[in-house]
């Protein structure tokens, strides 16, 4: 299998403000990554990296075999999915569902003059139906619920046959069921051998889908711990990355954690 995402000792700072600090880490395409760390840790800095929207202060990134720097970052970015809810805020209100989905085809956010083909509406109505949106396909993307909005985002994010699928926070904000309904999509996409390698950032370990195979604990600028959920995620590399004592427990593949 061959690597998608390469850190080789990163750091990156802004505005004095050093945010990343020799960072190491890599990724495989058959791999489904989550990222967790507490609020400010670079997490979003870290995905922002991972899709050329920012350059390492030192040290190298390199994405689908090239290092950025040296690459057309708008055709490597086509190569990628990425949702965030940065990007919520950028689609216009009044575009239908197929429309929002449909566009990432042209990697533009609201439908004008471009000219679509048959095998582009198929692809999204069959990418709607996948993420249990196709009852939605002509609503206007401002009249739907967050979760919805968020199943709508990763329907977009898949709709070009990514190579690696980046999702920030798919799961903040949504209500029990909304989060549940979305594990369960997540789930089924990353078990199967046919997805892209994944990066997910959350706040929660309870947000993690079974199916993903590896996780990364951000703290500090650097990296806690990085390696198989199994070994990696254990209640002293929780402890240590948001500074307090955790229990840790796991259940039929989903992880609750406790302050103790
Ligand atoms: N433009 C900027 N100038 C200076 N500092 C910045 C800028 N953007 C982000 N930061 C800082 O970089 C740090 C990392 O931010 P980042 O958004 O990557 O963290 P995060 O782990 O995603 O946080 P959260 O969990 O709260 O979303 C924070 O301390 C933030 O204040």
């Known amino acids: 299998m061959s690597g998608v995402l390469e850190f080789s000792d990163v750091s990156y700072v802004r505005n004095g403000n050093r945010i990343l600090n020799g960072v190491s880490w890599s990724v495989r395409e058959d791999q489904r990554w989550v990222i967790l760390g507490p609020n400010g840790a670079g997490k979003t800095t870290l995905m922002r990296l991972a899709t050329g929207h920012e350059h390492p202060t030192s040290g190298t990134v390199t994405v689908l075999g090239s290092q950025l720097g040296t690459v057309n970052i708008f055709e490597l970015r086509n190569r990628l999915g990425f949702a965030s809810s940065a990007q919520a805020k950028r689609i216009p209100a009044n575009e239908t569902v197929i429309n929002t989905v449909m566009t990432a085809a042209y990697s533009v956010e609201g439908r004008w003059n471009e000219k679509y083909e048959d095998l ?11 993420w249990g949106l196709h009852d939605l396909s002509q ?76 996780a990364l604990l951000l703290s500090g600028e650097r ?29 039929h593949d989903r992880y609750t954690a406790r302050a103790l």
């Open 120 to 130: 582009d509406v198929r692809r999204a109505e069959r990418v709607l139906s996948e």
């Open 223 to 251: 990296v806690i711990a990085a390696g198989e959920c199994e070994s990696t995620l254990t209640a002293e590399a929780l402890s240590s990355t948001f500074g307090l004592e955790f229990n840790l427990t796991k259940d």
């Open 139 to 214: 609503r206007t993307f401002g009249t739907l619920s967050d979760g919805e909005q968020k199943r709508t985002l990763i329907a977009r994010a898949v709709m070009t046959d990514p190579e690696m699928l980046l999702l920030d926070e798919p799961a903040s904000s949504l209500d029990l069921g909304a989060r549940e309904r979305l594990l369960q999509l997540l789930s089924g996409y990353a078990s199967s051998p046919t997805s892209p390698a994944m990066v997910m950032v959350t706040h929660h370990v309870e947000e993690i889908p079974p199916g993903f195979t590896h």
